[in-house]
């Protein structure tokens, strides 16, 4: 069995990417890797890593967890860069360039991230950034199109559920055209 250091940034794309990593159940030997600077605000990220720990707990898989905020990291990053998809591909390199250099320190010659199991990212760039970061540390990055792959129901049961992508900007492209939270509520004919 090979060591794989997977990067993980929520629970549910965690499920899916070891459901898919299980289709060769005895070929890999996974370390779950936490580092996100890009989610924010404070509480989202401790529901998020809390759900990491809990399915690592659930699956009796290691965890590495560097558990620092990284807000103004994450901020400084994408100064003048604010827009997707630039500020993603500054976000997927930032995260990946770590993971790489995770799995050098560590011993794992192979890494991926839950990054490849989404549906909003943009893969061709996920691909790029992780196959330069892990020329630059000297380990391989394993892509993989883990859309469609779905989690053992019961590693994810009850466990947080995000609903945007990780940063205030995804917070904001998820809910500036709703109606969550606004008062009065819009056709409601309460006046403020
Ligand atoms: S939208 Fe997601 S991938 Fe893009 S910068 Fe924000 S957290 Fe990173």
Known sequence: MEKILVHACCAHCLGKLLADLGSAPDAWQPTVF???PNIHPLIEFRRRLKAVKMLA????LPLLADEAYGLVEFC????????????CSVCYALRLNRAA??????????????????????????????EAAARAAGVHFLYRDARTAEPNPAWVHMLYRQQYC?????????FK???????PPPGSGIKN
């Open 34 to 36: 936490w580092w996100n």
């Open 76 to 87: 400084r990053a994408v100064h003048g860069r604010e827009s997707a998809p630039d500020r």
């Open 177 to 183: 055209s709703t109606s969550t939270h606004l008062w």
């Open 57 to 60: 707990e659930r699956v009796r």
């Open 166 to 174: 990780g940063c205030v900007f995804s917070e904001d492209d998820r």
């Open 101 to 130: 250099q995770a799995a050098r320190e560590t011993g794992c010659p192979v890494f991926t991230s839950t990054l490849v199991t989404s549906r909003h990212q943009d893969h061709a760039l996920i691909r790029a950034a992780g």
